[in-house]
Structure formats: structure tokens, C-alpha cells
């Protein structure tokens, strides 16, 4: 059985993502205040990056909630949805690749961390998806997917049972979050026509 910090964190992790979907405000908060939870539980369970990632997070939502709270914010039904070229995702993928590697060795030696490549590698491409999502990039839904697939390995790795869970739960909203940006974003585009 879960802790009951991990069943809230869960809890508003999820309002988190299905408020995102719907582009609302509020699940900044709700984001923050499960981050701020797991950033408790992953720094108890030798994840030290997953920790300092789910504090940055916290952060992160004190600016999406105001970036989301703007005139022509997704709240006003304007669209923001935008998309980025292929290049430069290529070019973000070797960047990631060369910071997780760059960093797993001093992840090894000073923090005892578990899986160093993986932790580092999850939160570059975390705290990149994270701001594509206060920005309103389209392709954050498809970060997110490869995100919440390699969280609920790595949480798994450590008996976080109930965090996998959320991260799955997550998964599964990424997929419906790409599907209803995309529809969003070509509806909008079919206006501008």
C-alpha cells in the first residue's frame, strides 16, 4: 500500500494532467502541489535528480499559471498552439543524450543516485516537456510519452508502486493531450485558410 503521500501526489498529478488538456489554469497548481510531494519521495528513495526536478517543477508552474493567466491565454480560448520543426527535435534529442551523459558519471559518484543515465536523461527531457507546456507547444504531448515511460520504469525500479501508477495514468492522458492539441492546432489552422 501507497503512503499517503504518494496517493496525493497521485491525486493532484492527475488533475494536473487532465486540467493541462483542457488547457486550464488551474492545473498548474494542482501541478505544483504534486510535485512538491514527489519531490519529497524521490529524494527518500535515492532519485536526487528526480527530486531537484520535481522542486524545479514547482517553479515551473508559478510560471505556467502566469503564462496561461495572460491576455490570449488558453483560458480565453485563444489559440496558442504552436508547433516546432523536425530539426530542431533532432537536435534536442542529442542534446539531452549528451547532458545525461555528461552528468550520470557525477550523478554516480556524488549523489549514490539510482540509474544516473536514465535520472538525468528523464529530467532534461522533463524540464524541456514542461516548458513546451507553458509555452503550448504541440509536440510536448509526444516528450511527455517518453517521459512517463521511462518515470514508471525508474520509480518501478524503486518500489513506488503507486507513483508508477500515476506516471501510467499519465501516459495515457499524454496520448489524449496530443490527440486533442492536434485537433485544436489544425482546426485553428484551417482558419487562418
Known amino acids: 500500500m501507497g503512503s499517503l503521500a504518494e496517493v496525493l501526489a497521485v491525486a493532484f498529478g492527475i488533475g494536473y494532467a487532465l486540467l493541462a488538456v483542457r488547457r486550464n489554469r488551474w492545473a498548474w497548481v494542482f501541478g505544483a502541489l504534486s510535485s512538491a510531494l514527489l519531490a519529497w519521495l524521490a529524494g527518500r528513495s535515492g532519485l536526487p535528480l528526480q527530486s531537484g526536478l520535481q522542486t524545479l517543477y514547482v517553479g515551473m508552474a508559478v510560471y505556467g499559471f502566469w503564462q496561461w493567466s495572460q491576455p490570449s491565454s488558453p483560458q480565453d480560448g485563444a489559440s496558442m498552439i504552436r508547433r516546432w ?78 507513483v508508477v501508477g500515476l506516471y501510467a495514468v499519465y501516459f ?12 485544436r492546432y489544425r482546426l485553428d489552422e484551417s482558419r487562418k485558410l
Do not use: K
Open 85 to 162: 520543426p523536425f530539426f530542431l527535435h533532432v537536435s534536442i534529442a542529442i542534446l539531452i543524450l549528451l547532458v545525461a551523459i555528461f552528468l550520470a558519471p557525477w550523478l554516480a559518484v556524488s549523489t549514490a543516485g539510482s540509474w544516473p543515465r536514465l535520472d538525468a536523461a528523464v529530467t532534461c527531457a522533463s524540464l524541456l516537456a514542461t516548458w513546451m507546456t507553458t509555452r503550448s507547444v504541440l509536440e510536448n504531448w509526444l516528450y511527455w510519452l517518453v517521459v512517463n515511460a521511462a518515470s514508471m520504469f525508474l520509480y518501478g525500479a524503486q518500489g513506488l508502486w503507486f
Open 172 to 183: 495515457v492522458i499524454a496520448v489524449i493531450g496530443w490527440r486533442e492539441w492536434l485537433a
